[in-house]
């Protein structure tokens, strides 16, 4: 039972890559609170999510297609207007892997995915952010936006098997925060989620379905759907700018890195001698696995997935 603060009632979704998986479960959630769903996919599954939510009660059009295609995002944007009178909610999920360690990686293999997950992203909050500032300018007064982007733990670990994808994930993660702060005078909230699900795309990642409690499996795309249909939500309005971790029980939410250690010129130039005495005796004997990677988030694992210092090569949904 959806509160006055949750409900989506009123309000028209856009989710991208809905035809099945984590996306089809983003766009039954935002349904399930009311919401009309533009449902993009790249083929025909699209229709079957049309009719899962017009049999909740709620409405839907499919619009089939590419997002690496720039002009998707503008083609979206209309259907949402057209359709539904408006734009309320953003949800960039579609995209595709092309695993390789670097040394096999192909340029078609770095192209293919930086386009769908990155240039994907980007073109539909592109195409959104001028519909709501052009909304916000005409009616002087802030509008209702939410843009939920689709990042991955690949960015956290640098996962050696997934180069390509783990670049588009930091990339989109960075294209969240300048969304959040570009977009958030006009009333829009951009918020990033690294999610973990048992879809189609991660069948030969994740062992089989282990049901907790209520019979769901611990890692159902539902149990992600739920945070994402809350951060569309009006009482979400407070969150903005951030990055989720999100599955199994839990949602935890990421803070930004921080400064380990400042190395200061003594006479406001480094020389290489001096780096050399300031740098190699604090990196000596440092253990390889304390660097950048956010090996601590692998901690979180509350799924009995094993994961190691070296990255995970399980592949996070998204």
């Known amino acids: 039972m959806s509160t006055t603060n949750t409900t989506l009632e009123g309000r028209t979704a856009v989710v991208t890559g809905a035809g099945a998986g984590l996306g089809r479960a ?25 009719a899962e939510i017009k049999a909740l009660g709620a409405d839907a059009v499919a619009v089939t297609g590419d997002v690496g295609d720039w002009s998707m995002g503008e083609r979206l944007v209309a259907a949402a207007v057209e359709t539904f009178g408006g734009l309320d909610v953003v949800v960039n ?40 500032r052009a909304a916000s300018k005409t009616s002087g007064a802030p509008v209702y936006g939410r843009v939920v982007n689709t990042s991955s733990e690949a960015f956290l670990f640098g996962a050696p098997g997934q180069p390509n994808y783990s670049a588009a994930k930091a990339g989109i993660t960075a294209l969240t925060l300048a969304t959040a702060q570009g977009m958030s005078r006009y009333g829009v909230r951009a918020n990033a989620i690294c999610p973990r699900a048992r879809t189609a795309m991660t069948a030969d ?33 407070g969150i903005n700018g951030q990055v989720f971790v999100v599955y199994g029980d839990m949602v935890a939410l990421l803070a930004p890195p921080t400064v380990e250690h400042k190395f200061t010129a003594a006479d406001g130039t480094f020389t290489p001698e001096e780096l050399d005495a300031q740098l190699t005796p604090y ?5 390889p696995h304390r660097n950048y990677a956010a090996y601590s988030v692998a901690a979180l694992d509350t799924t009995g997935t094993q994961q190691t210092p070296a990255g995970t090569q399980q592949t996070p949904a998204g």
């Open 26 to 50: 983003e766009a039954l959630a935002l349904a399930g609170l009311g919401a009309n769903v533009v449902v993009n996919d790249v083929g025909p599954a699209a229709d079957d999510v049309v």
């Open 93 to 132: 999920n579609a995209g595709v892997l092309r695993d390789r360690m670097l040394f096999n990686l192909a340029e078609s293999d770095w192209d293919d995915v930086i386009r769908v997950h990155l240039k994907g992203h980007a073109g539909l909050s592109r195409a959104a952010s001028v519909h709501w």
């Open 205 to 237: 990642s994740f062992g089989e379905g282990v049901n907790a409690p209520g019979g769901l499996d611990i890692m159902a795309p539902e149990r992600v759907a739920t945070l994402v249909a809350h951060l569309a939500s009006p009482a979400a309005d």
């Open 283 to 287: 990196f000596s004997g440092r253990d």
